[in-house]
T-cell receptor
Framework: GEDVEQSLFLSVREGDSSVINCTYT??????LYWYKQEPGAGLQLLTY?????DMKQDQRLTVLLNKKDKHLSLRIADTQTGDSAIYFC????????????FGTGTQLKVEL | KAGVTQTPRYLIKTRGQQVTLSCSPI?????VSWYQQTPGQGLQFLFE???????NKGNFPGRFSGRQFSNSRSEMNVSTLELGDSALYLC?????????????FGAGTRLSVL
């Protein structure tokens, strides 16, 4: 079955880079996503990557995918206090409609 | 373009009651998915509706049900509420026909069962 794991907590200083990691087990995943959740809010899509890609860059965000190790990471450059939130990775299987399997979430705290 | 709208934002119910939550997708989106978020279990998939048909279902008891209307708006219903049903219920909409199927989430309905 599907299982998506993330570390629970990450603390960085403002201006540093943050790297949030995710491992998944379903090799049939087609798309992998990163969502951000601020307190009291829903999920905001940050970026996504197709499973045949190794890397995707979008402004301050860089996604790296190691399909062999089933490892996904999100790097946030020049982290700001407004980046403090919970970050979820999610995978979508081949077929299966739109079902997303989410990781446990990583709480990012940005300190001054 | 308006985003995904969920109503109500907050609900308080007592055990044994039933509740109906509503989700209006982004205009033009035909797929609506529902998720339950709790501190203990995280984000779990409930079900997905596409063109008024349930396309996929998660591992939840039959007390959880949903439907989709011809205008793509969706409702989910929980009958015989239990304390453990207290959660944030999130709805997501997408076009539904594309492979990458980007899902956009609403702000959620926070349900408290007393």
């Amino acid at each position: 079955g599907e299982d998506v794991e993330q570390s629970l907590f990450l603390s960085v200083r403002e201006g540093d880079s943050s790297v949030i990691n995710c491992t998944y087990t379903d090799s049939s995943s087609t798309y992998l996503y990163w969502y951000k959740q601020e307190p009291g809010a829903g999920l905001q899509l940050l970026t996504y990557i197709f499973s045949n890609m190794d890397m995707k860059q979008d402004q301050r965000l860089t996604v790296l995918l190691n399909k062999k190790d089933k490892h996904l990471s999100l790097r946030i450059a020049d982290t700001q206090t407004g980046d403090s939130a919970i970050y979820f990775c999610a995978e979508k299987e081949t077929g299966g409609g739109n079902k997303l399997t989410f990781g446990t979430g990583t709480q990012l705290k940005v300190e001054l | 373009k308006a985003g995904v709208t969920q109503t109500p934002r907050y609900l308080i119910k007592t055990r044994g009651q039933q509740v109906t939550l509503s989700c209006s997708p982004i205009s033009g989106h035909r797929s609506v998915s529902w998720y339950q978020q709790t501190p203990g279990q995280g984000l779990q998939f409930l079900f997905e509706y596409f063109s008024e048909t349930q396309r996929n279902k998660g591992n939840f008891p039959g007390r959880f049900s949903g439907r989709q209307f011809s205008n793509s708006r969706s409702e989910m219903n929980v009958s015989t509420l239990e304390l453990g049903d207290s959660a944030l219920y999130l709805c997501a909409s997408s076009l539904g026909g594309q492979q990458k199927n980007i899902q956009y989430f609403g702000a959620g309905t926070r349900l408290s069962v007393l």
